[in-house]
């Protein structure tokens, strides 16, 4: 495993990690960011480093089938939650859809502070204008 988190083969070249275990590592990365807990206190609570813990998150490290079992456990998730918009279609032809939009939203503290803020926002006009700001940031508006 060299720093990117690209898998060695047997002759050395470096491969990159399957979709498969990033998908399944950042759905571990939002599902603990939404109950606030930290790598440290997941880690401790499955008997691992928080490196780890690191590790499948960015799917540099295959979860386990029994570890997987561990982790949906701790994060009171069903195991099916972390294969959730898991879609050959869609990311074999590169197109982004919106469970995989939300997802990268949900990566982020801010994205999951924005998630939680958003909908009490009781104006509609005022949601408009925080959507027509964040289309100005993008140059889009």
Do not use: W
């Not at 997987?68 to 195991?79: G, M, N, R």
């Not at 099916?80 to 995989?100: N, P, V």
């Amino acid at each position: 495993m060299d720093q990117k988190g690209c898998r060695r083969t047997e002759d050395g070249a470096t491969k990159a990690p399957h979709r498969v275990d990033v998908h399944v590592g950042s759905r571990v990365r939002i599902r603990r960011k939404f109950l606030g807990l930290s790598q440290q206190q997941l880690a401790t609570r499955l008997a691992v480093t928080f490196q780890q813990i690191q590790k499948y998150e960015r799917g540099s490290n295959r979860i386990s089938a029994s570890k997987l079992y561990d982790i949906s456990s701790a994060l009171k998730a069903p195991v099916t939650y972390f294969f959730d918009g898991l879609s050959e279609d869609k990311e074999a032809k590169g197109e982004m859809s919106i469970e995989r939009s939300a997802l990268l939203l949900l990566m982020s503290s801010e994205g999951i502070e924005l998630a939680e803020t958003f909908p009490r926002i009781k104006s509609a006009a005022q949601r408009q204008r925080v959507l027509d700001l964040v289309r100005v940031l993008l140059g889009e508006g």
